[in-house]
């Protein structure tokens, strides 16, 4: 005679086996490199839009001063991508 199906055996749960690697830690320069690439790129745009005109080198640069402030930005974000 056929068994029922509450007669069969039931599987235990899966449960993976331990980890042995230990949690990832980001090294101590990341989040004030972070930080600062980030500050310094939106402070690089602000001087450039307030005072461009009278700072020699801001002058010279031209447009280029969003090039530089912008990379700070995306360094800052990028940063912020390897961060545990």
Request: proline share 10%; aromatic share 12%; no cysteine.
């Amino acid at each position: 005679m056929p068994k029922s199906r509450n007669d069969r055996k039931k599987k235990a749960a899966y449960t993976p086996p331990p980890s042995a690697e230990k949690p990832k830690v980001s090294p101590r320069w990341l989040v004030p490199a972070m930080v600062a690439f980030g500050l310094l790129g939106i402070l690089w745009i602000a001087v450039y839009y307030i005072a461009g005109e009278s700072v020699p080198y801001m002058r010279d640069l031209g447009n280029w001063n969003l090039a530089i402030g912008f990379s700070g930005i995306i360094i800052a974000v990028i940063l912020s991508t390897r961060w545990h």
